[in-house]
């Protein structure tokens, strides 16, 4: 935790960054909270921690964050793969952010460019881990009645609050499909139709760019656990496509390139 | 109580399906009339959000058929399209949407026949599987599916 602020002080000091995007202590010691550290005086609330599981990379395109000037953002695995993803999708460009890495054992590392991200992650495996691959299983030992039966279990409590896509660092469009209503996409009630239309299409859209975060389902109020959607395609992607998001900085979205002999067994 | 005869929604494109549909009717194929066409540029312009619209108004069943591989108007339109099927075809099955629903096909502008037993056996696998009640059931209070012929 030192290591962290102390990084973030020299950062802020040699006027490096004029922000860190980092965690601070929440209402309670097991939660954490985003905090946005502008001075090196500030750094001292910084903390991390198990509770520090939300991708603030989020914040990265926020225009009140861009505000602030130069960000530097802590980022754990998925955020990492956040940051490089969204410089695929010309989100971000190289020197416009730097990274404080933080490992699974604690060791910070400050990643000042793009190329330094991409090399942090080329040992790291990208795929679904053991426990990933076991939740979508779970779902897919089912037989279709049941699968059909716990999600509409799971949508039937959704809330239309959307805190899904407020949480997603991919879900940056300016107006996102659920706000057009010209035509109404997705009816705006909390019903049984525009939930699982709402899902299906969270989902769709982020089929070849979710990082695997998971970040919303925990920040989904009524606890639907909706990464078991991202999770599936992404591993989806992975064997259909070989690729996977948030490896590198080119752009090679899943759904805008193509292989004239992509396989599939059932078109007629 | 008359038999069911299924809705199907085909959304077809342009320059080959729907071509080739038209040459079904002049070549004097008769053929199952459960079928709506919707006709599209291609088939890379075929949202997955259409399919789920087609559900949402009633349809028992759904087409989505374009040109074959490398014989696209638009060059890579269907290559697109299928990278997007796969993907959505295997989201609809891992929420529990019965597949069988939804046919993919490659109809050229030559083949009439080939789309007249598309459409006939499709017809017959979705009378099978009876009305698709279970979509139905999503509809909010008070909206009924959209009456067509």
Known sequence: MEELRNKARELLETGTVQVVIGYARGSTAEKARAVFVCSAQQTQGLIFNEYCTQNLAVYLLKPEVKALGKPAVVARLPALRTVLQLAAEGQIADGQVVVLAVADDGKVTELADLPAVEKYLSGVSLALSAQQEELVARIEKMSREQRWAFWQEQFARCLKCYACRAACPMCYCARCVVDVNQPQWVPVAPHALGNLEWHLVRAMHLAGRCVNCGYCAEACPVGIPLNLLTLMLSREVAAEFGLTAGASTKKEYALSVYKPDDKEGFIR | ?149
């Open chain 2, 1 to 149: 109580m008359a038999e069911f005869e299924p809705k199907i929604i085909a959304f077809v494109c342009n320059w080959c399906t729907y071509a080739g549909a038209d040459l079904t009717g002049t070549s004097r194929i008769k053929y199952a009339t459960n079928v709506r066409a919707i006709r599209l540029p291609c088939t890379g312009r075929i949202d997955f959000m259409l399919i789920l619209k087609a559900f949402a108004q009633g349809a028992d069943g759904v087409i989505v058929s374009g040109c074959h591989p490398g014989d696209c108007h638009y060059t890579a339109g269907n290559y697109h399209a299928r990278r997007r099927w796969i993907l959505f075809r295997k989201l609809l099955d891992y929420v529990g949407i019965d597949v069988r629903r939804i046919t993919f096909s490659w109809v050229s502008a030559a083949e009439g026949a080939k789309w007249a037993d598309l459409v006939n056996s499709v017809t017959e696998e979705i009378r099978k599987l009876g009305p698709f009640e279970e979509y139905r059931k999503l509809l909010p209070l008070g909206q009924e599916p959209v009456e067509v012929m």
